[in-house]
């Protein structure tokens, strides 16, 4: 994995949403945790999964870094991103919560399991969601954690999301 070329695209990530966002660059519920931690954190803990194939890790990386910027900022996504990137970032981007959770189901395995990062993230700090938001949310995450486990094997990323989906 090339490393230079990740820290250029994390430093691009946390530039776009600093500096393009269309939305309040820090955190809504907090009011101080820049939103780009969101995308970091999600790369960071895909590149943690060493039972995936590293063709997968290096575009899941990309993919999920970039993942909200055509959401929620003006910045466009680099041009350097290895083949395939744009499409598995189109295909987890929606037009809103009510179409992502009816329309992950008949995206690739390869997006269901990064949406799996991106739900669990969301859950990792979502003390702020009411009640309903939160069970539809552990919902969506407890089937891509099964979904994943199935794809995928028993990953990391599977048993935080289960951990997490219990916690209310």
């Known amino acids: 994995m090339d490393f230079a070329f990740m820290n250029e695209l994390i430093a691009f990530v946390?530039?776009?949403?600093?500096d393009s966002q269309t939305k309040d660059p820090v955190r809504r519920w907090d009011k101080r945790t820049p939103y780009s931690i969101h995308p970091?954190?999600?790369?960071?803990?895909?590149l943690h999964e060493t039972l995936l194939p590293e063709d997968l890790r290096?575009?899941?990386?990309?993919?999920l870094l970039c993942h909200d910027i055509r959401e929620d900022t003006t910045a466009g996504l680099p041009p350097y991103l290895a083949p395939g990137v744009k499409e598995l970032v189109q295909d987890m981007t929606f037009s809103s919560s009510a179409d992502e959770f009816n329309e992950i189901w008949a995206k690739s395995d390869e997006v269901k399991l990064l949406k799996l990062y991106d739900k669990t993230s969301n859950l990792m700090d979502g003390t702020w969601m009411p009640d309903g938001k939160w069970n539809k949310y552990c919902e969506l995450t407890n089937r891509l954690a099964?979904?994943?486990e199935k794809n995928y094997g028993?990953?990391?990323?599977?048993k935080i999301a289960r951990a997490i989906a219990q916690r209310r």
């Open 40 to 46: 970091v954190f999600c790369a960071m803990a895909f």
């Open 58 to 63: 290096l575009r899941g990386v990309q993919a």
């Open 154 to 158: 028993p990953l990391n990323i599977v």
């Open 146 to 148: 099964d979904t994943a």
């Open 14 to 18: 946390i530039s776009a949403h600093a």
